[in-house]
């Protein structure tokens, strides 16, 4: 059984989807782990997988994608220090670069621990492993040195080493100088030999420079020497270099004991980012496919339903194909030219039926389901071993054979070019045993073939449903589409005449055809024709409808756009209105003043009357900006909903349904107020209830008492607007409405604020001047909206 699978995954091509998949990970190991995929048979497993694909589809979304590149395997670095081995500088400072990465990742997935699911549970349990962090960067630099912040007695070995170095280097140019060193020495150069700093002589020269000789030029014209004065600055230099290369092999074996404490921590880490890696390589993957996870069919027999699908390994424009499997009818036979996508459709099943299983979203449209297999079996291409010697039919046949023994009503079997490579007759015959058996136990099947009579017993046998590959009626060009319910036909000798082939052979060859089988291609041809045709309507009617969305959502737009517009220029218009009535009362109650006449004055009167009836208009619905169209949700507000209303800061429960007048009345607290639904915006959640019950907003109390009085005498105007702001807030939950603003008269600088800033209140349906303080002067009354 195991051997069948594994065909299976190759006849499938599965492991080049796995090459694919393996390309999107970032860890050496995830890529291992995504070549090594294989599909599960167990239906917990297959859900598990398809979750975490789809948590991990949401974290590479955006422009805050979670980045899993960085870490590096430290597998076998990890096993040899476990074991007391000595790492290198290089493998530590990798170790420090994989612990990084591991901190970010697991940072970056509990960011988004919302939208990340089970992954967030796996990316918590990654060890956090910061004092092993700080010791490795303490001790060992980006290129694997030891640094001198490692240990006190390394950093002065290493001092002591690079002025010992200094001092033998300034005596050496010294030599290189004198006249000696000028007549003796080929170049004037220091070198190094046996690790000993040397200076090249000439060989005919070499008893001019007493010294130690460390090594001869290979054409022996050059002898390298250590001068006799240099050699106990050179013992001096060599015996701190030896003591700190010792210091600096402590601290990696020190630094590497660290590791080997921290290796089951660290091993940890790594499998955890490996999980992660690879969970995110298949989001990646299905971006990149435009996939889905299908749903999942969860009874005991199997169901098949793929919705415009597209075979993963596919280029350029792949034609989606759309078929059902199971239930009525498990078998499925397809019929049709060569050519025409028979294979690549059976394949295209299979593998996403082994992507499915293997935590792998399908490229495919929603409302595609796929249940769990407990097998996957197919027989697909030339089987022929020459090795074995093995006829095509016969490898085919041993396939076949084993194909049925295993496979169960929960399997699925894929069989192509059934009953080929034998007699015509016999393999008829034996395709059609075959595929009854298979119905008869339920397997569900897909399988294709160009015998036209095991086509027909299908059409006839229950529990088998035909469909077929089409090519266009006209041009014969291969349209990969498959048709559901209909067998197909072979076009050989279409295509013979076509290619070539003289016509009267083939007209000889038609004429050889039973009538029956003549008849049957005339029907088949009409029937294709018309099917075609509809399709073709279809489409163009689904591209007209496109457009004509296209084309109502961009009215749509550019209706809401003048809408717009028309209600800024009016409520522009309604501002300037009310500056110019404000300015004509300010005119009239200053001409009422100074004006003596008993006639003129009564006149004066009727104007200010006539300014503020009209400050009342503009105030009126008349120069209210036009209602936007009521969008749905206008139309669905009902008691109990939560709302909250533009302009400030309140959120209410809504009492009543609106009114014919677009009004609805809502809970403010302990008050019940009524708003225009242009002023409301509906709030998701309502807010969370108080154990103490509502507060009112501002700090007022239920049941505290309230003055309609506010007084601003000596208050500077920027604190005066703000006491303003909160009390007509509170006089609102506390249902008054009018209250009197009291601003003396001073300067008129206080009054001007505070009428300005009225004037364009959302609470303030008019306001005016308050005739009993001193001829409206020095308060003004609002009336609240």
């Known amino acids: 059984m195991e051997r069948l699978q594994e065909e299976a995954l190759e006849l499938l091509e599965f492991p080049k989807v796995l090459l694919h998949l393996a390309a999107y990970t970032f ?8 070549l090594a995929l294989r599909p599960s048979f167990d239906p917990g497993e297959v859900k598990r997988r398809q979750q975490e694909t789809q948590d991990a589809a949401r974290l590479v979304e955006g422009a805050d994608e979670v980045d899993t590149s960085g870490a590096i395997d430290v597998r076998s670095a990890l096993q040899r220090a476990a074991l007391g081995g000595v790492l290198t500088g290089e493998e530590i400072r990798q170790v420090l670069q994989t612990l990084q990465a591991c901190r970010r990742v697991r940072t970056a997935v509990l960011r988004r621990r919302q939208e990340a ?41 290493r001092q002591q080493a690079r002025d010992a170095y200094q001092h033998l280097e300034r005596a050496l140019q010294r030599l290189i100088r004198s006249p000696l060193g000028q007549e003796v020495l080929q170049e004037p150069l220091i070198t190094q030999r046996s690790s000993r700093l040397v200076l090249p002589v000439r060989a005919e020269m070499r008893h001019r420079l007493p010294g ?14 250590e001068p006799a004065q240099t050699i106990e600055m050179g013992n001096a230099w060599r015996e701190w270099a030896l003591q700190e290369q010792w210091l600096a092999d402590q601290v990696v074996r020190q630094v590497s004991a660290q590791v080997s404490e921290a290796s089951d921590q660290v091993g940890e880490a790594v499998r955890r980012l490996t999980q992660l890696d690879l969970a995110l390589a298949k989001a990646r993957y299905a971006r990149a496919l435009r996939a889905k996870s299908p749903a999942l069919w969860e009874d005991k027999h199997p169901w098949v339903r793929l919705v415009e699908a597209r075979h993963p390994l596919l280029k350029g424009e792949v034609v989606p194909v759309s078929l059902q499997l199971g239930q009525d009818h498990p078998v499925l036979l397809l019929t049709g030219p060569n050519a025409g996508g028979k294979t690549v459709t059976l394949k295209a099943v299979g593998v996403l039926a082994l992507m499915h299983q293997a935590g792998l979203q399908a490229p495919a449209e929603e409302g595609t389901t796929l249940p769990v297999f407990d097998a996957v079996y197919a027989d697909i291409g030339d089987r022929q071993s020459l090795e074995q010697a093995l006829s095509t039919f016969s490898s085919h046949m041993r396939s076949l054979v084993a194909i049925l023994q295993s496979a169960t009503p929960s399997s699925l079997v894929l069989l192509d070019e059934l ?6 007759e016999e393999g008829a015959a034996l395709a059609k045993a075959v595929l009854a058996d298979l119905a008869r136990r339920d397997v569900p099947t897909i399988a294709t073939t160009h015998h036209r009579s095991v086509a027909a017993f299908v059409e006839t046998t229950s529990g088998m449903v035909n469909a077929s590959v089409e090519l266009h009626p006209d041009t014969l060009q291969p349209t990969y589409r498959l048709s559901m319910g209909l067998p197909g036909r072979s076009y050989a000798l279409v295509m013979a005449l076509r290619l070539g082939m003289p016509q009267h052979l083939v007209e000889e060859a038609r004429a050889s055809l039973d009538p029956t089988h003549r008849h049957a291609e005339v029907l088949l041809a009409e029937l294709q024709r018309e099917r075609f045709e509809t399709a073709r309507l279809r489409q163009e009617a689904e591209a007209v409808k496109r457009e004509a969305e296209r084309l109502q959502a961009e009215l749509g737009a550019s209706l809401a756009e003048l809408n717009g517009q028309r209600g800024e220029v009016l409520a522009q218009a309604r501002r300037e209105m009310a500056t110019r009535v404000e300015e004509l009362r300010k005119r009239l109650r200053q001409a009422e003043r100074t004006v003596e006449n008993v006639e003129a004055k009564a006149r004066v009167r009727e104007a200010l009357g006539v300014a503020l009836e009209a400050q009342r208009e503009v105030k009126g619905k008349e120069w209210q900006v036009p209602p936007e169209e009521q969008p749905p949700w206008w139309r669905s507000l009902k ?16 009492a009543a349904h609106p009114d014919k007048e677009g009004r609805v009345e809502v809970h403010l607290g302990t008050v019940r107020a009524r708003f225009d639904l242009e002023r409301l915006v509906p709030l998701e959640t309502p807010p969370t209830r108080q154990a103490e019950g509502p507060k009112m907003a501002m700090g007022v109390k239920q049941g505290r008492a309230f003055s309609m009085d506010l007084d ?20 609102l939950f506390q249902g008054m409405s009018q209250v009197r603003i009291v601003h003396g008269i001073g300067t ?38």
């Open 27 to 34: 860890f050496a190991p995830a890529k291992e782990e995504a």
């Open 117 to 157: 699911g089970d992954l967030a549970t796996l990316a918590e349990g990654m060890p956090v492993l910061r004092d092993l962090e700080r010791e490795i960067e303490r001790c060992i630099g980006p290129a694997g040195e030891v640094l001198d912040s490692a240990s006190p007695d390394l950093a002065r070995a």
């Open 212 to 225: 130690l000789v460390h090594d001869i030029s290979h054409t022996g014209s050059t002898v390298y020497i």
């Open 419 to 424: 009953g080929a490579s034998t007699d015509p």
């Open 639 to 654: 008691p109990g909903d939560w709302v909250r209303v533009k302009g400030f800061n309140l959120q209410a429960e809504v």
């Open 712 to 731: 601003l005498h000596g208050v500077r105007v920027e604190e005066a607007m703000e006491r303003m702001e909160r009390f007509l807030d509170q006089a």
């Open 748 to 785: 008129g600088a206080l009054r001007q604020a505070v009428r300005e800033r009225l004037n364009k209140h959302p609470l303030v349906a008019l306001y005016e001047p308050d005739e009993t303080s001193r001829g409206g002067a020095g308060a003004t009354l609002v009336t609240l909206a």
